[in-house]
């Protein structure tokens, strides 16, 4: 995958990150990759050489400096992606890390990482990790919110955090600690996040619906909301977040940020209930329904607390998300 970054980056072969794509297309595309599809159908996204080269040269001139990229994410989707063209583009190596990050060893000529906050949560647990973490440049974690406590831990580790917010439509994370990278114009219309900038990619492979509902005069008109507080970007949540449940609105990116803080590995998710219009399930091994409700209802309201108890381990994707498509399944199964 290395090699194949590389000849992108500098020849006119085209990249190829899903096996499964078979097809002839444009040859400025430098690079397919699907979507998570944790909360939906996964997508074929096309993404320009250009495209894949602006982000790498706008985080690199936010920065300041190049760096070496340490790949410890799957490589087939976008942050593990960026992690090879960022590095590559610089001129340097591309050192492979075990997603437990049991090997990571720093070069010491200017050394970063993408990770998420999974990855993270488990580095502060292990000191020899942490403090070979810590000796890092920068350690950039996306793909989910990161906690403001966990944050903190690593901080006091001397980890040089910095979160990033982004997608695979903009060639990943294209905003650093709620500040748009160079060249990316990132604005709220009502409360929905719109981007537009030289890093967004060209449109879906195969639907061509989609891609205009997304595309719209030259912005990607992305599912979460968010606002601006001193002029950075916070992330409210996702549009469809928002479920009804007996007749209330509940927000679940408010349920989810209050569950990480008690248990960083619960997940909280919805499915469809005759009685309830919408029923909040929490899945974790420990605890009881009665137990979880208890300590919620200290910062939530009685109306948003789950109805549910999925006492399994919430599964996970490959880039570390909680795969809530798995879990309703698991839950209509049931």
Not at 74 to 97: E, I, N, T
Not at 156 to 172: L, N, R
Not at 208 to 227: E, F, K, Y
């Amino acid at each position: 995958m290395i090699d194949a970054v590389a000849r992108m980056l500098g020849g006119t072969e085209t990249l190829w990150l899903a096996d499964s794509v078979r097809r002839d297309v444009d040859a400025r595309v430098g690079a397919v990759v699907a979507t998570s599809g944790t909360t939906g159908t996964s997508r074929l996204v096309a993404l320009s050489r250009d495209a894949l080269v602006a982000a790498a040269k706008a985080s690199r001139s936010h920065f300041g400096a190049d760096l070496t990229w340490h790949l410890a994410l799957p490589d087939r989707y976008v942050a593990g992606l960026m992690v090879q063209v960022r590095s590559l583009q610089a001129g340097r190596p591309v050192p492979k890390v075990g997603s437990d990050l049991a090997d990571l060893r720093p070069l010491g000529d200017g050394d970063a990482i993408s990770i998420v906050p999974t990855q993270l949560h488990r580095a502060v647990e292990q000191p020899d990790i942490a403090h070979r973490l810590a000796a890092f440049d920068l350690v950039l974690v996306g793909g989910a919110p990161l906690r403001q406590d966990l944050r903190a831990r690593a901080e006091d580790f001397g980890i040089k955090v910095a979160e990033s917010y982004g997608m695979s439509e903009t060639c990943g994370g294209i905003v650093w600690d709620g500040v748009p990278l160079p060249g990316v114009d990132v604005r709220i219309v009502g409360d929905r996040v719109t981007i537009a900038g030289p890093t967004l990619f060209d449109g879906y492979l195969g639907d061509d619906a989609a891609s205009r509902d997304a595309l719209v005069a030259d912005r990607l008109i992305t599912r979460d909301r968010g606002h601006f507080d001193a002029g950075r970007l916070v992330i409210d949540g996702r549009v469809d977040d928002i479920v009804l449940s007996g007749g209330v609105n509940v927000d679940l990116a408010q349920v989810r940020a209050v569950l990480g803080s008690l248990a960083p590995d619960a997940v909280a998710f919805a499915v469809p209930d005759p009685e309830w219009g919408s029923r909040v399930v929490l899945a974790h091994p420990e605890g009881t329904l009665e137990s979880w409700r208890a300590a919620l209802s200290e910062h939530l309201p009685r109306t948003w607390l789950p109805r549910q108890h999925l006492p399994a381990q919430a599964p996970r994707t490959q880039g570390g998300k909680p795969d809530y498509q798995a879990l309703i399944a698991t839950m209509s199964q049931s």
